[in-house]
């Protein structure tokens, strides 16, 4: 079954907003002698997409057709030094 338009344009948009914290953390240990140590954490696994599915699809527009991913990924640093 097509999709129609006849009044302006098609659109189809994802959008993606994730947050991601980084972790980081050190530590110092002294006795006799000095030891330091440290480790940072950061995962980031996103993937955004804007699609139509099928293969025999139709869009009629009297317009535009419009596909659009966005991605507004966010970072933050956490750490102790």
Known sequence: MPVTSSEGNV???ATSSPGITS???GATIAERS???GSFSV???NN???AYITNANSTIL???SVLVEAK???KVANVGQR
Do not use: F
């Open 47 to 49: 993937d955004t997409t």
């Open 11 to 13: 659109s189809v948009i």
């Open 42 to 44: 950061a995962i980031v």
């Open 23 to 25: 972790v980081a953390a």
């Open 34 to 36: 000095a030891n330091h």
């Open 61 to 63: 527009a009297d317009g």
């Open 71 to 73: 991605d507004k990924l």
